[in-house]
């Protein structure tokens, strides 16, 4: 994982958010010793995914490559 996921301000978010997709997607393996308390970053059939409002993409030529979701925030 790119490092902006590991960021003081972000890794608690980011944390929560691979749990709670592990824990709807992956349960069973909480079951396996060799993969309890893994958290794994679940990729689409396009090979995306989306986690901390930043999307991801992966590819064999780029690897992981991040960018940040746009928001609809209003001043």
């Known amino acids: 994982m790119p490092g902006y ?37 679940l990729l689409d059939e396009n090979l995306t995914a989306s986690l901390a409002q930043t999307s991801l993409r992966y590819s064999r030529a780029d690897g992981l490559i991040y960018q940040k979701e746009e928001t609809d925030e209003e001043d």
């Open 5 to 41: 996921f590991s960021k003081k301000w972000n890794i608690d978010r980011v944390i929560r958010e691979l749990e709670d997709q592990n824990r709807s997607f992956l349960a069973p393996w909480q079951q396996a010793p060799l993969l309890k308390g893994e958290l794994v970053l």
